[in-house]
């Protein structure tokens, strides 16, 4: 009896490290990469780093505790991280300060938190639902992952002061992303299921020994504190509309992943699983905007680590919650990881969230396409990343009020496609061609 209560405890804490670093892989990046866009200083991204440890370990035990109830990963929203990283490198051709973008942000960050927690406590679930179809989804899954991928894309090559690409670090980028990628698909599942950590370990102490020079400087240990790093809520209303919308499309990713686990569990979702974790979110969105954290949402990506681990129990997904709060109260290693060369960063994200791509591509399986029905994905899908691939400069002429919303073009492709749900009967199309055969 004692020997299997010991086999039981070494099986659970192994199994709680699998996620403790399942977790701190894909929370990582987030707080350093969005401090560099809006040009904080390190003792800022330290305290950044600090704080998204702990409320993202905090974040999963609430939701594992009393959200949906899964071993669900609780992490920074990739729709919102992306989102920050394009306001601030695009805040010069807006025309405002990053204090004025940070600020507005954040305003929007709290309205979406509050309307979030409203549409929880007042049961809103099934409006919510009837304007995100599966096809709205579907759309926002597929503009997430090129918005997420050029952003990365970009950023694993370092650009010279003269406006070119530094080509030794950029081909050490390269190297490291076939690197990730050679673990990801030789490394069978016991490796390939930490091949981001293992990218960002390696990468990182590869970098150090070949460009010693280039190393950042740690903080001087002064973690500084501060509410609104990004900047005080501000007025700026194009600015704010277009994180509030944001902020309330996140949801779509709460009734993705959600049901995606469910599945995997063979169970059924209810409105009460879906109306606490949305109540647990729009919580936590409120406490993002206030320590300038990225807002939270459960991770579709856990589905995948579930699946090869088989790590279906709650209670180590729960310890591995609380190790991972603990890591952010302690100064010297959070310093430790502000150094963190942001080319080794995005290397290892571009290559993990390559697997976004697969999940846009399964959320449409059983939807049948022809030549007209091909436009209720190709439409909103293609015109997004058109708007993407748009010098933001060139959207000088629109009023400031509209300008960060349709400048963005992950926002009016997700527009366009519930505009086009809810005024074409697309059921119609598809029989008539039946019919015609």
Known sequence: MITMLKQRATVTMLSSFQWLFFIFANTLVVPISVGAAFQLPAEIIEMTIRYSFIFTGLACILQAWIGHRYPLMEGHSGLMWG??????????????????????????????????????????????????????????????????????????????????????????????????????????????????????????????????????????????????????????????????????????????SIKATADLYKEEVNNTQYKRSIFVTGFLALISAIFGLVPFTPFTSTIGFLESTNLLKKTPFIISGFMFMSLGFIPSFVGFLGTMPLTVGNAVLFVAYLQLFGTSLNSLKGTFFNSITIFRIAGPVLIGVSIMNFPPELFGSVPALFLPLLSNGLMMGVFLSIFMEKFIDWDKFTVEMEVGK
Request: hydrophobic share 55%; net charge positive.
């Open 83 to 256: 989102l920050l990283l394009n306001m601030g490198i695009s805040a010069s051709a807006l025309g405002l300060d990053f204090a004025t973008v940070g600020g507005g942000i954040a305003t929007g960050i709290l309205l979406s938190g509050a309307v979030t927690v409203l549409i929880a406590l007042f049961n809103l679930i099934s409006i919510v639902q009837k304007i995100v179809t599966p096809m709205v989804i579907s759309v926002y899954i597929f503009l997430l992952t090129f918005h997420l991928i050029f952003i990365f894309f970009k950023g694993m090559f370092k650009i010279s002061e003269n406006g070119t690409i530094d080509l030794p670090v950029s081909l050490f980028s390269i190297g490291v992303v076939f690197f990730v990628s050679l673990l990801k698909i030789k490394g069978g599942k016991g490796v390939g299921n930490f091949s981001i950590l293992i990218g960002i370990i390696v990468g990182w102490l590869l970098y150090r020994i070949i460009f010693p020079s280039d190393f950042p400087v740690s903080s001087s240990g002064n973690v500084a504190f501060t509410i609104f790093p990004f900047g005080t809520p501000n007025l700026e209303l194009g600015i704010i509309f277009v994180a509030f919308v944001a902020g309330l499309l996140n949801l779509t990713n709460t009734f993705a």
